[in-house]
């Protein structure tokens, strides 16, 4: 019954920015702990930030400084904000439910960002 839905992404110049929303529906989304991951080509998943019910955050290191994940409880999505983008940005982004952990195992289509002078 979950879905998640990645838009927002694109083509970019190095040093730019984006901005990604995922629509979250299925889940009782004030209390879900949801994160974002990326994969890029031949690469395995990566995490890279997460955000509980109650706000709070944590990123990987790859990431820390120059991306910020937020939620807007009201519209039940979760965004992240991309900025300073470098070629090793260039992925498929996905949004992901944490916890509760039902849907630890389930993935929607993520959204391509492509990094490129």
């Known amino acids: 019954q979950v879905q998640l839905v990645e838009s927002g992404g694109g083509l970019v110049q190095p040093g730019g920015s984006l901005r990604l929303p995922c629509e979250v529906s299925?889940?009782?989304?004030?209390?879900?702990?949801m994160a974002w991951y990326r994969q890029a080509p031949g690469e395995q998943r990566e995490w890279i930030a997460v955000?509980?019910?109650?706000?709070?955050?944590n990123y990987a290191d790859s990431v820390k400084g120059r991306f910020t994940i937020s939620r807007d409880n009201a519209e039940s999505t979760v965004y992240l904000q991309m900025n300073s983008l470098k070629f090793e940005d260039t992925a498929v982004y996905y949004c992901h439910i944490e916890v509760p952990s039902n849907w630890k195992n389930y993935w929607g289509q993520g959204t391509q960002v492509t990094v490129s002078s």
């Open positions: 299925g889940v009782n989304f004030r209390t879900a702990i």
């Open positions: 955000i509980s019910g109650q706000a709070t955050t």
